[in-house]
């Protein structure tokens, strides 16, 4: 009988953490051999740090029978521009048994992100295997970013996920009917209190400094450059408005060295002391070192962890104004973005952020209402089940606070409440109407 291979794709030490976790729960079922396959997603992988060169990974290492590179293997195409061409793919499964020592082994897969490459390409590699999806932060809880082939969608048996927001359930994948199994958050801190152990040179401080968290939002075009300043200078300001004058500012491994150097200098301005975290290290390895007193981001997963695994204050910071800009619609960062404006306190408002607690249930209730119309404005063709929860909603609990969620144009042309006035509500589903003014769009534009 063949032996069984369980192969797991991790792009980030934060994802390959979280297999950590799930397997050291008794989540997976015991195979005969279990494989990591390292990919890095970066845009210039030649200078960036993979999963397999972080500091602590030795210690997620030892889960594994052996660690795979899928840059090296698809070397020189990028990770997440390749995949295989359909008549190839019988080709390329026999090349990488080979390559891997496979045999005729019988593969599983874990991957993230299965709707993109490179989880997608693995997936479509191995054609039979059945394949677990664990989340990627936040995300879990939109929708599925693009329609995904039946052949990858019918093999996916479930999605393993943190319990980030304690009782909202993950919309990912439900459109073919996966279920969402929680990770534990006790293993999760298991596996982050062994990171934090290789992390001598972060400073262990007792006086509780505020963590500011950096994104580098202008990479994903989110931002420019000069927005993404200010949006730090901003976390400065605030933290120190609150009364902190310790700052430590941990900025995306990729982010220009020049700002942090403004930060240094705005936050001696204003009479306290900012030092860099520059390790590459994950903020929840920071949370275990540092024991800070403030955690201030913009739409960070790491926010959610910080309050809800380690009950450290969080506040958020420029999540409103990036609502209205964020395009297109569907966007896969409007969720993430959507539940920390929903949850979290302004940085700018010191009875909110000093106040806050981890959301009840019917907060939770609430949110959940709201990502349903979210997600099915993000995906109506994805998800055509979440339209009468959609029209609810917008039918009964838009006001300026939730509009903010919302774009009227995005609105009207699914012909969805709040769109366009009622009298007027047939035209985005007539044809006629919508055919006159393609045309007159057009003879405009000559």
Not at 47 to 70: K, N, Y
Not at 347 to 365: F, I, K, S
Request: charged share 25%.
């Amino acid at each position: 009988m063949p032996r069984t291979t369980q192969i797991f794709c991790a792009s980030t030490l934060y994802g390959a953490a979280t297999l950590a976790a799930a397997l050291d729960a008794g989540l997976f079922e015991p195979v005969d051999r279990r494989l990591l396959l390292v990919t890095n997603n970066a845009v210039n992988p030649e200078v960036t740090p993979s999963v397999d060169a972080m500091p602590g990974f030795s210690r997620i290492r030892e889960r594994f029978d052996g660690v795979l590179s899928w840059n090296d293997t698809i070397a020189p195409f990028h990770p997440g521009g390749w995949s295989p061409r359909g008549n190839d793919i019988p080709l390329w499964e026999r090349h990488l048994r080979l390559l891997w020592g496979l045999g005729d082994d019988r593969i599983k897969l874990a991957v993230e992100s299965v709707q993109v490459n490179p989880s997608l390409a693995v997936c479509q590699l191995f054609t039979d295997a059945p394949v677990d999806v664990y989340a990627d932060g936040l995300i879990s809880y939109g929708p599925t970013r693009d329609k995904l082939n039946p052949l990858v969608g019918t093999r996916i048996r479930r999605l393993l996920h943190l319990d980030l927001v304690p009782g909202l359930k993950p919309l990912l994948l439900t459109e073919f009917g996966v279920p969402a199994e929680l990770v534990p958050g006790e293993a999760f801190r298991k596996v982050l209190d062994e990171l934090a152990q290789d992390e001598g040179e972060v400073e262990a401080a007792a006086d509780g400094p505020a963590l500011l968290l950096g994104q580098y939002l202008s990479a994903l075009g989110i931002l420019t450059d000069a927005e993404e300043e200010d949006l730090h200078l901003r976390m400065v300001r605030g933290a120190v408005a609150l009364g902190h004058r310790r700052l430590v500012f941990k900025p995306h491994p990729v982010a220009p060295a020049r700002w942090s150097r403004l930060l240094e200098e705005e936050a001696e301005r204003l009479g306290g002391r900012l030092t860099v975290l520059d390790r590459p290290v994950l903020a929840e390895v920071a949370f275990q070192r540092m024991r800070p007193a403030l955690v201030v981001g913009c739409f960070s997963t790491a926010l959610l962890t910080a309050a809800g695994l380690y009950r450290v204050p969080v506040a958020r910071v420029g999540t409103d104004g990036l609502l209205g800009r964020l395009a297109p619609y569907q966007n896969s960062n409007r969720v993430p973005l959507t539940i920390v404006d929903a949850l979290l306190p302004d940085l700018g408002d010191e009875a909110a952020v000093t106040g806050w607690r981890m959301p009840g249930r019917e907060a939770v209730e609430e949110l959940s209402a709201l990502l349903k119309a979210v997600g099915y404005a993000m995906q109506p063709k994805i998800y055509p089940g979440l339209r009468p929860e959609a029209e609810a909603f917008l039918s009964t609990r838009l006001s300026p606070r939730t509009w903010r969620y919302f774009k009227r144009r995005r609105l009207s042309a699914l012909a969805l409440p709040g769109g366009v006035p009622a009298r007027l509500a047939f035209i985005p589903r007539n044809a006629t109407v919508r055919r006159v003014a393609r045309r007159a769009r057009a003879l405009s534009r000559r």
